[in-house]
């Protein structure tokens, strides 16, 4: 049985494939396999991987089921004891799953792992989706070891450590098949962005570990599925974020935090309208409009959640600042300037 096995979800990128599973494909490890799961793409992807690449393992969908949909439906023909889940976009370095072995084999209370991440663009800078890997701050705005908001650093090796980390990021998320099925897997209500940092955070919540792993390296291009300032990802990571926050936050942070992120919802939403970005704008409105109308559901899911939850470890991992203020009051760009 394979050590790993590499889920790769794609949708009509083709292109994608053919620049970057190749360097999957060539991992030097003598214990994985790589599946790819497709969504029902019209492109011929599935065709042009089983003739070049036979031994991939091909999972057809009849219809496009997104990020979250495709690898919850692709983890029952994983055959490792190990899942990555990779996207598309992303190339790798010949020894990357090495590394993530000897991790795994190190410590059993880690659940997940997440490589370096680098730019596939400009490769001595870290990417935008994980960096050296994920926190989040007391309101739930995510942010990298490596990135806050847009602003991303070099890598000089200043985070060559592992280490705990809150989120690890789904482009490039390495975690035991065994745990993530018993989480339940994604949560499929997500679709896009952010599911990955509430796996994350229902993983603390039961005891576990996520650490980041830079020793084992990865070249992420970005904006495959969604552009960075494309509306629509407006919408998922506003939407996305609030219920998360409400599905995971402590009691006593529903009363304290949660209101402070209305309020400052409220203020972005404003500046996107000020400074003419009117389709931002409605994207956060319809954001809050989406999490009010299905409040209940994502209640029921906090109650469920909160009868299985061992401890609030999630909540005790979450970064006390406030990241707007440190960007955008005092300007601190680095994630080593942080007063952490």
Not at 204 to 231: F, I, K
Not at 253 to 259: D, K, Q, R, V
Request: charged share 25%; aromatic share 14%; with cysteine.
């Amino acid at each position: 049985m394979p050590r790993f096995s590499i889920i790769i979800v794609t949708w009509n990128a083709l292109r994608h494939l053919k620049t970057f599973l190749p360097s999957v494909a060539h991992s030097r490890h003598d214990n994985f396999e790589i599946i790819l799961a497709d969504n029902a793409s019209t492109d011929a992807s599935a065709k042009w991987v089983w003739e070049q690449y036979p031994k991939v393992k091909i999972v057809s969908f009849d219809q496009n089921h997104g990020y979250c949909g495709g690898n919850n439906r692709a983890v029952p023909y994983a055959e490792g004891d190990i899942l990555i889940f990779l996207n598309n976009d992303v190339q790798v370095d010949p020894q990357w799953l090495k590394p993530l072995d000897e991790l795994f084999s190190s410590d059993p209370e880690v659940a997940a792992v997440q490589p370096k991440m680098r730019s596939y663009k400009n490769s001595e800078m870290f990417e935008y989706a994980g960096a050296a890997g994920g926190c989040i701050d007391r309101y739930g705005y995510p942010f990298c070891r490596g990135r806050i908001f847009d602003t991303l650093e070099k890598d000089e090796g200043q985070y060559d450590n592992t280490t705990d980390i809150f989120w690890a990021s789904g482009a490039a998320m390495a975690i035991r098949k065994n745990v993530f099925q018993k989480m339940g897997g994604f949560d499929e209500d997500f679709e896009f962005h952010m599911e990955e940092i509430d796996l994350c955070w229902r993983l603390w919540d039961q005891g576990y570990r996520v650490e980041a792993c830079p020793n084992s390296l990865v070249y992420h291009l970005g904006g495959g599925s969604l552009p960075t300032q494309s509306p629509r990802k407006v919408y998922y990571n506003y939407r996305n974020s609030l219920v998360m926050l409400w599905k995971n936050y402590p009691a006593s942070a529903l009363l304290t935090h949660f209101p402070v992120r209305l309020i400052l919802d409220k203020i972005a939403a404003l500046r996107e309208l000020l400074n003419g970005r009117t389709d931002n704008f409605k994207a956060i409105v319809k954001a809050h409009w989406y999490f009010w109308s299905t409040l209940p559901k994502t209640y029921a899911k906090r109650k469920k959640l909160k009868k299985i939850k061992t401890n609030n470890r999630g909540f005790g991992q979450i970064s006390g600042l406030s990241i707007i203020w440190q960007y955008f009051i005092k300007g601190v760009k680095k994630f080593s300037d942080l007063p952490l």
